[in-house]
């Protein structure tokens, strides 16, 4: 079992930055790709963004150009720095980390941590 905890959730006016930090109870060596999603209330969970172990990044289209994700092998941390944050920014942020295990995927997730953009 595989333990992520997010923070850096919180309110900020458009325009302004937060950074989301997940981190991972074991080596995020031993996952295969860690990742952001968020979940607005009625929308279905969307991906923010991914990368992979070896360092390859996938966005959103809603986030390509503002938000920048990262993975510190050392502090076993994912990161998520959201620049020029919109209204529609707001919501539920999810980390989610893939361990592949002789073969079989799991998928683990982080309770979330709320982020607020006011207008």
């Known amino acids: 079992q595989v333990q992520l905890v997010e923070s850096g959730g919180g309110l900020v006016q458009a325009g302004g930055s937060l950074r989301l930090s997940c981190a991972a109870s074991?080596?995020?060596?031993?996952?295969?790709?860690m990742g952001w999603y968020r979940q607005a209330p009625g929308n279905q969970r969307e991906l923010v963004a991914s990368?992979?172990?070896?360092?390859?990044?996938n966005y959103g289209d809603s986030v390509k150009g503002r938000f920048t994700i990262s993975r510190d092998n050392v502090k076993n941390t994912a990161d998520l720095q959201m620049n020029s944050l919109k209204p529609e920014d707001t919501a539920v942020y999810y980390c989610?980390?893939?361990?592949?295990?002789?073969?079989?995927?799991?998928?683990?997730w982080g309770q979330g941590t709320q982020v607020t953009v006011s207008s």
């Open positions: 990368i992979s172990s070896g360092g390859s990044t």
């Open positions: 989610t980390a893939r361990r592949s295990l002789s073969g079989v995927n799991f998928r683990y």
């Open positions: 074991l080596s995020i060596f031993n996952l295969n790709d």
